[in-house]
């Protein structure tokens, strides 16, 4: 079992960046593949962006490909999600997740950190 923690999410203007960070603890995190979901009011959660443990397998949301990369830090139990060139309709709550499967369908991740507000205004 594996505890996540989300930090990073706040307010930024359009064109801006912001670097989200999720932290695990309670278990080896390199066993566990992870995802950046979001959630925008009225809308479906999405995946974000995804790795697996192994590192060969990555997606992205094909509106945030070229704007948003995600890395892992195994040896820091971390991953995290640089977002550049903001956009409005990037504002969303956002969440890690995290398990064990390779390649994880958008509902079988089985642990979740808390989410964070990520606002994309002037």
């Keep these: 079992q594996v505890q996540l923690v989300e ?3 706040g307010l930024v203007q359009p064109g801006g960046s912001l670097r989200l960070s999720c932290v695990a603890s309670g278990d080896t995190f390199s066993r566990y593949s992870i995802a950046w979901f979001r959630q925008a009011p009225g809308k479906e959660r999405d995946i974000v962006a995804a790795m697996s443990w192994s590192g060969g397998s990555t997606y992205y949301l094909s509106s945030v490909l070229g ?4 890395s892992r830090d195994n040896a820091k139990n971390s991953v ?3 977002m550049n ?3 409005p309709e990037d504002t ?3 969440s890690c997740a995290a398990d064990l499967r390779l390649v994880p369908g958008r509902d079988e991740y089985e642990y979740w950190g ?3 507000q990520v606002t994309v205004s002037s």
């Design 67 to 70: 704007r948003f990369t995600m």
């Design 92 to 94: 969303a709550v956002y």
């Design 114 to 116: 808390q989410g964070m």
């Design 85 to 87: 060139s903001l956009k």
């Design 80 to 82: 995290y999600l640089q």
């Design 7 to 9: 930090s990073g999410g």
